[in-house]
């Protein structure tokens, strides 16, 4: 079932395929007409994204980024909507985490090589092209250089947690991000929870730092899974939202944009929030 919305898609800015203009083209003659773009840790691809939707009087678009946390055992990620992407100390802060993640993606290579594995890493880098930086490109760098014939052996073999050229990343509590969102006037939600153990006590942790909504809508989500955490959704009082969270990547579990069965109802939540907070996007 098609959405008027799509509130998570990514571009080539972070890990996706397409141009924010080629994404936004994509998802209106999808139908969609309000959508984000919430691309990994970065908002550099907002200023085209904007420039594309404006053609489109009747599409609201929205403001997003989709930044990586880490709970014992586990990566949760928050998306924020709405945020003030303009800060300048929100703006570095994402480009922090970037170069932390360039750093340790260098540190694998420069393992890589202590281990006789040596690929090289202008390619990449260049395997990477606008995208952050991490695991899958070595992979491919990897298997490029003959050094294993499977993607998945390189995280068996050298880049998993329990691999020798295993680095760890910067770590980021989920509450830390959610108030970082709040800060720039974002509103903060839960990205697809379907894996997380414990989901509630992280949501009663999450509440109080600024949550206001959880993914519940999502890919491949079967019925039940969406009733189900539709009801966790209502009884922390989070508003039930969602999105394709569309790469362009293809793979078993890809929705073209806007085909999730978000009902309308919890988007104008969101929206009426957002107007309320005095959001400039939110008309
Ligand atoms: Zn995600
Ligand atoms: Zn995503």
Redo the contacts with the bound molecule.
């Keep these: 079932m098609a959405s008027r919305a799509d509130l998570h898609t990514h571009s080539s800015f972070s890990d996706g395929l397409l141009s924010p203009t080629e994404l936004i083209d994509l998802a209106y003659r999808h139908g969609v007409r309000v959508m984000a773009l919430t691309d990994h840790d970065t908002i550099e691809g907002l200023p085209d994204a904007f420039a594309a939707a404006a053609r489109y009087p009747d599409l609201t678009f929205i403001p997003g980024v ?1 930044i990586s946390t880490d709970v014992p055992g586990n990566e949760v ?1 928050v998306l924020g909507h709405f945020i003030d992407w303009q800060d300048r100390k929100f703006q570095r802060r994402l480009l922090q985490m970037r170069q932390s993640r360039q750093r340790r993606a260098r540190k694998m290579v420069d393992k890589l090589a202590a281990l006789g594995k040596p690929v090289s890493w202008k390619h990449v880098q260049s395997l990477a092209s606008d995208a952050a930086i991490g695991r899958p490109h070595i992979a491919r760098a990897l298997m490029e250089a003959g050094h294993i014939a499977t993607f998945d052996e390189a995280f068996d073999l050298y880049i998993g947690r329990k691999g020798p050229a295993y680095v760890e990343r910067e770590r980021l509590a989920p509450a830390e991000v959610v108030e970082m969102i709040a800060a720039v006037n974002g509103l903060p939600t839960l ?2 929870p379907r894996e997380l153990d414990g989901l509630e006590g992280l949501l009663s942790q999450l509440k109080a730092a600024g949550l206001v909504g959880m993914e519940v809508y999502y890919q491949d989500y079967s019925q039940e899974e969406v009733e189900r955490l539709r009801a966790v959704a209502d009884r922390f009082a989070l508003i039930p939202l969602g999105g394709s ?1 569309y790469h362009g990547l293809g793979g078993p579990r890809e929705r073209e944009p806007g085909d999730i069965p978000l009902p309308d109802e919890p988007v104008e939540r969101l929206l009426a929030l957002a107007r309320e907070r005095g959001s400039p996007q939110a008309v």
Excluded: K, L, T
Aim: charged share 40%.
């Design positions: 989709e990620h990205a697809h969270d």
